[in-house]
C-alpha cells in the first residue's frame, strides 16, 4: 500500500470488543467523493460563523473563557457519545503519547491565536492563520509520500491563499509597531494547527476511532486551560444571557464536538492535504455571513477572493 503510515504497532492485534479499535493501516481515498466535499463544505460554514458568534458575547464571556468552556463542554459530549458506543478512550495501544501532543498543540493554536488578536488587526490575523495548510503540504510528505501535492496543486494552494490575502488586503495598510508581535502569534498559531494535523496523520491517531482522536485533543487542552484560567484569575460569568448561552452552545457542541468530529473523520478517511485545502473556505464563509447579518458592504474584493479560492481548491483537489 503506498500510504504508509508511522507510529503503528503492525504486530499487536486486539481482540474484537464491542467498541474496540484495531490499529490497522486505512487505505485512504485519493480523491474527495461528493459526500466529502459536502461535509468539508459544512464545517467551513460553521467555523466560519463561529467568528461571529465568538464577537457577539466577548463584553459578557472573555475570550479565554469562551475557549475553556467550549473545549470543556465540548470533551465531556465527545466523552457520553463514546460511553453510549462502547468505546474507551484510553486503551493500550501506544495514543496516549500522540494524543498529548496533539491536545497540547491543539491548546497552544487558540492559545497564540487569541493573545495575535490583542496585538493584531482580524483581516492580518486571518490571512496568517491560514498558512496552516502550507505547514501541512510541505512537510506532511516527509512521513507519508501519497500526501505529496504536484507543483499544480500547490500552484492551487498558492491561489487559494492568495484570493483569501486579496480580500483581506485593508488590513495590512494599517501600521501599528505592535503589530509585528501579533502577527509572530498568529503565525505560530498557523503551525501549531498544521502540526496538530501532522500529528494526527501520521500516528496511531489517525488508525483509531475519531471520537478518540477529538477527546484527546479536547480533554488535555480542557486541563491546560483550566489552569491557565485559575493562573490568570479569569473571571467566571456569574450570569449568562440566552444569546450567550446559545452561542457558547454553538461553539461547544456544535463546533467543536460535532463538526471536529466530521473533520477527524475526514481525515482518516481521505488525505489530508486536500481536506486541508478547503479550510481556505471558512474566512470566505465568516465575510458573507458578516455581510448577510452584520450588513456589511459586497466589495468586489469578495467576489475575486471567492473566485480565487474555488479555483484553487479545484486545482489542489483535480484528478
Known amino acids: 500500500m503506498e500510504d504508509k503510515l508511522q507510529w503503528v504497532n503492525k504486530d499487536s492485534k486486539l481482540k474484537q470488543k464491542p467498541g474496540a479499535t484495531r490499529s490497522h493501516e486505512v487505505e485512504r481515498k485519493a480523491h474527495l467523493d461528493g459526500w466529502a466535499i459536502v461535509a468539508i463544505t459544512g464545517c467551513c460554514m460553521l467555523w466560519g460563523y463561529q467568528q461571529i458568534a465568538i464577537k457577539a458575547i466577548a463584553d459578557e464571556v472573555p475570550l479565554l473563557m469562551q475557549l475553556t468552556i467550549r473545549s470543556v463542554v465540548a470533551s465531556i459530549c465527545i466523552w457520553a457519545w463514546m460511553a453510549f458506543r462502547g468505546i474507551r478512550p484510553f486503551q493500550p495501544d501506544r495514543t496516549l503519547l500522540p494524543g498529548l501532543i496533539a491536545g497540547c498543540l491543539f491548546c497552544l493554536e487558540f492559545v497564540l491565536l487569541y493573545t495575535g488578536l490583542a496585538y493584531t488587526n482580524t483581516s492580518r490575523a486571518i490571512t496568517f492563520l491560514y498558512l496552516a495548510p502550507f505547514i501541512v503540504a510541505l512537510v506532511l510528505p516527509f512521513f507519508i ?15 487559494a491563499f492568495s484570493g483569501l490575502a486579496f480580500a483581506f488586503q485593508d488590513g495590512f495598510t494599517a501600521a501599528d509597531n505592535l503589530f509585528f508581535l501579533g502577527d509572530i502569534a498568529v503565525i505560530g498559531a498557523a503551525v501549531a494547527w498544521g502540526l496538530t494535523t501532522i500529528v494526527v496523520r501520521i500516528s496511531t491517531l489517525g488508525q483509531i476511532a ?23 484569575d479569569v473571571p467566571v460569568p456569574q450570569q449568562l444571557s440566552l444569546k450567550a448561552m446559545g452561542s457558547l452552545f454553538l461553539q461547544s457542541v456544535i463546533i467543536a464536538a ?3 468530529l466530521f473533520w477527524f473523520w475526514l481525515l482518516r478517511h481521505y488525505l489530508a492535504t486536500k481536506v486541508s485545502a478547503f479550510s481556505f473556505l471558512t474566512p470566505a464563509f465568516g465575510i458573507v455571513f458578516s455581510i448577510g447579518l452584520v450588513n456589511d458592504p459586497v466589495d468586489s474584493k469578495l467576489l475575486v477572493a471567492l473566485a480565487s479560492i474555488a479555483a484553487g481548491i479545484y486545482l489542489v483537489n483535480r484528478r
Open 258 to 260: 460535532m463538526s471536529y
Open 145 to 159: 509520500p501519497a500526501e505529496r501535492l504536484s507543483w499544480l496543486q500547490f500552484a492551487g494552494l498558492v491561489g
Open 210 to 232: 475519531p471520537e478518540r482522536t477529538i477527546f484527546f485533543q479536547l480533554f488535555f487542552s480542557s486541563l491546560i486551560l483550566i489552569g491557565t484560567c485559575i493562573v490568570l
